[in-house]
């Protein structure tokens, strides 16, 4: 229940006046697509673009956004949090991980001076997401 009005918050939140493009919610799913796929059905496909950055079985997937010239104006970050280092998967099969340093380089470098530079919204989901103590696995 309570999901469902983080989702509703989220909504209003997103909702706002119009604009001729669509703004682009750029997702970096590493664990589950529960919140982008919720977003994606409570979203207008007029006024919003959804972008998903990674490319499964592609580890340079981050820097391929940059190369694709990709402008994020929100961010969902779907993936727990270690506390420090990087986002990750609970799902033993998954690849897929988030480096904070990778992420910050993408960010802070001229390397990909647009992926990040319009951001006004950014949603993080995952467990231990704002817990300062690093942790080695997710909670249970």
């Not at 673009?49 to 079985?57: A, H, I, T």
Request: aromatic share 8%.
């Amino acid at each position: 229940m309570q999901f469902h009005w983080l989702l509703l918050a989220l909504c209003a939140l997103l909702v706002s006046p119009a604009r001729a493009d669509p703004r682009t919610v750029c997702t970096i799913t590493v664990n589950s697509a529960d919140e982008k796929e919720a977003l994606q059905r409570h979203l207008s496909p007029e006024k919003f673009r959804f972008v998903e950055l990674v490319e499964r079985g592609r580890p340079d997937w981050l820097a391929s956004a940059c190369r694709q010239g990709v402008q994020c104006d929100v961010l969902v970050i779907s993936g727990h949090y270690d506390g420090g280092n990087e986002f990750f998967s609970d799902r033993l099969e998954s690849r897929e991980f988030l480096p904070v340093d990778e992420m910050e380089r993408a960010a802070c470098s001229e390397t990909c001076p647009g992926l990040f530079s319009q951001l006004k919204e950014v949603y993080l989901f995952g467990c231990n997401t704002l817990n300062a103590e690093p942790t080695k696995s997710p909670s249970a």
